[in-house]
């Protein structure tokens, strides 16, 4: 209860993960949000397809594309500064491991 009462407002970052589609992109925000929800991180994770970064890329403080769309990042970040772009490690990607693409966070903020 101390904890709680005494717990600062932390700012949420608001995170976009995005792929081709946005299907896998979209599961893994899941994850993740319900990851740090049960460690108490304050990140928020959306996704969207690539072709939909038109419309949510405003209020992003971080978009991560998937490995299959890496091939985009220069032209992504030209396009869409200055919100930040990077890409999300194939490894992580592929396991879904959300402390892994957390680390990954955390390094680029």
């Known amino acids: ?12 970052h608001e995170i976009l993960l995005c792929c081709t589609g946005g299907m896998t992109t979209t599961f893994f925000a899941q994850k ?11 990140y928020h994770f959306s ?3 690539s072709y939909h970064l038109d419309d949510v890329y405003k209020d992003k403080e971080l978009i991560l594309i998937a490995p299959q769309l890496r091939y985009q ?4 970040k030209a396009k869409y500064a200055p919100v930040e772009i990077e890409s999300i490690e194939a490894s992580v990607f592929a396991a879904y491991d959300c402390p892994g693409l957390l680390d990954q966070i955390e390094t680029i903020l």
């Open 1 to 12: 209860m101390i904890l709680v009462l005494t717990k600062e407002e932390q700012k949420i």
């Open 47 to 49: 996704a969207a397809g």
């Open 73 to 76: 990042l220069a032209e992504l």
């Open 32 to 42: 993740m949000n319900r990851y740090c929800e049960l460690n108490h991180s304050p």
